[in-house]
């Protein structure tokens, strides 16, 4: 009643100051604001479910439109039909209506920040429609919350800190429990989702690569390309395939209903779905959530001037794309993600599953323990509470899990360090007639999950740098990790035929301070990782000088055995270096915190669950951690069973 007495408060001096400052729209009176206000205010929640509608059926131009002019329309009714306040025209309320949204969108902010009860309620209002048609069910759901990037010691560390209140308050009541489990190499989302949603890691061996069967340079956040690779994960009996829901994941886990999800977009597009055309012509939407983007990028810039002048290392160059960038998926995406998530709460959906891609994309640029990733994080944390209170509204029970693909490790970059990019080094060892770097764009995806929603013609494949003809390595690095392929040598090449074809590689490879190992295929010995001062055969594990996967962990030798059968993986697989006692690596992207190699906290993401819900002692792989969801929906209910299935 407080809350709802503030809005109202807050709405009618808006409209006040409106009145006030704009000219063409006057009032006799202070109750003529107030009942102004609270005419926007109930035709908004009588006629925009109407607008929403009709101005769907249109496709774009009817939602542009709609967006653009459906709350001035509103407006405009709502001060006409207000005794005591005269308005001039409609581009008077036009006006008064977009510097009104800006106006209340900033105050909810003050007001509202950290409180999920203003954003639950919307939620439930605008979704109410679903929610009365269902009726009650007693079998409970599951409602997944991916974390992307999110290891389990700095999860631990920002809970005992404060920084995750929600989170915090679960484990501290004991409703839920904190599971590390390791990622296999490569430690990237599109493998660990491959085995999340899939059980089916084996066929991602890295963020982008090669295929020489093909010609064909395969990156992930492609919609082609994760729509490819999922035609291989697939058996059809993924984790959402028995009713779930696939929000904001480059992979769909065969959920009937996929939204915002890359490999399913769809090749021909008319108009927006309904969802997005709900978001955009919802004042508490999207105009507010641009508001805040632009408020987001602010804080950007402040952030990184900040770094600079107290002169953090590692840092990195933030440009304006990744300013950009991180309004829209700080901001937009988490907004829209929130929205359709809720939605699917109210129509019962039986398992949703959503990736929130923002603390990644900033620890990305500042580091993954940085103040700016962690305020991140508390964001995330937040929407996990407007969650909890929207999981108690909905048509059945929900159990809310959270889990991580990966984690992130932190370290200045290996051009920062050495001047020179690893393809360039390669260059120089090999004197090759053409070395080909495919662009590092792994942000890119980040725009094209909204762009997945937005765009016509969006299933087309986007050009990707790959092997010009002529050109005889190609160089595929993600984070830490890279694949090198001798492009005109089909099949994997051994180390005896790299070794004399280019003699200086390897040894320059290792001798090099950069690399921490370098793992090929011996005719003779099987797999073999190499290093500065010895090296260690991988079919009986016997080592040769100083081991070379020393310090990276004791599961390093089993995740490069698995690594070396896995198909389309580089003739040679090459680690940046780690230092055990300062944890760092040296990224072959230029980005400050990375993934997708061995060294530091990027191989140890997090599974946050009811106790209920139990977990074996050790989870090995994204594999296995599927496996456990599913036996988690299926012992729920929510899910048949394999043995059930077979016996239909």
Partial sequence: MVRTLVIVLLGTSVVGVVVGILPGISADNGWAVLTAAILVGLLGTALRPLLVRVLSAIGWPGVVLGWLVAQSLLV??????????????????????????????????????????????????????????????????????????????????????????????????????????????????????????????????AFRWYEKSTGRLVVTNQPADSAMVESRCSDGRGLLAEGGVSVSNVFSGDAPTSLLTMSTVPAKQNGPARYLSAYLLDPFGLTQSLVLTVGEIVKELHQARRQRLRQVTPRMH???RYVLLRGATNVLLRHLNLAVIAEQMMRGAPV??????????????????????????????????????????????????????????????????????????????????????????????????LQAGLRRDAGQREEVPGRPAGEEIVVAAGGNLALVYLARVPGRVPLEEIEERYPALLAGLTGHPGIGWVMVRSRADGPIVLGRAGRRRLADDHVEGLDPLLGFGPRAADDLRRHDGLANTGDLVINSLFDPVSHEVAAFEELIGCHGGMGGAQSRPM???????????????????????????????????ADLIREG
């Fill in 76 to 205: 405009y009714l709502a001060l006409w039909l207000t005794p005591g306040v005269h308005v001039d025209n409609f581009w008077s309320a036009f006006w008064a209506s977009w510097f009104g949204a800006i106006l209340m969108s900033a105050g909810l902010w003050v007001i509202t920040a950290g409180q999920p009860g203003v954003a639950t309620r919307h939620l439930l209002r605008v979704n109410r429609h679903f929610r009365r048609s269902v009726p009650p069910i007693d079998t409970p759901g599951v409602l997944f919350i991916q974390i992307d990037g999110l290891s389990a010691p700095l999860a631990r560390w920002a809970v005992h800190a404060g920084n995750l209140p929600t989170l915090g308050r679960w484990l501290s009541t004991g409703s839920h429990t904190l599971t590390e489990w390791h990622a296999q190499l490569p430690a990237t989302t599109p493998a660990s989702q491959a085995g999340l949603l899939h059980g089916a890691s084996d066929q991602v061996p």
């Fill in 318 to 320: 933030r440009d304006w």
């Fill in 352 to 449: 949703v599953f959503c990736d929130f891609v923002d603390y990644d994309e900033i620890a990305h640029h500042a580091g993954p323990a940085r103040p700016e990733s962690l305020a991140a994080l508390e964001g995330i944390d937040g929407v996990l509470a407007t969650l909890e209170e929207v999981a108690a509204a909905a048509p059945r029970p929900y159990h809310l899990v959270v889990l991580s693909d990966h984690g992130q490790s932190q370290g200045a970059t290996f051009e920062q360090r050495y001047g020179l990019r690893l393809d360039e080094l390669i260059k120089r060892l090999t004197a090759a007639g053409g070395v080909a770097a495919p662009e590092e764009n792994e942000q890119a995806g980040r725009a094209n999950v």
């Fill in 607 to 641: 599974l946050i669950h009811p106790r209920s819900l139990t977990v074996p002692a050790e989870l090995i792989g994204a594999d296995a951690v599927h496996r456990v969801l599913v036996g988690w929906l299926e012992q729920i209910g929510c899910r048949k069973s």
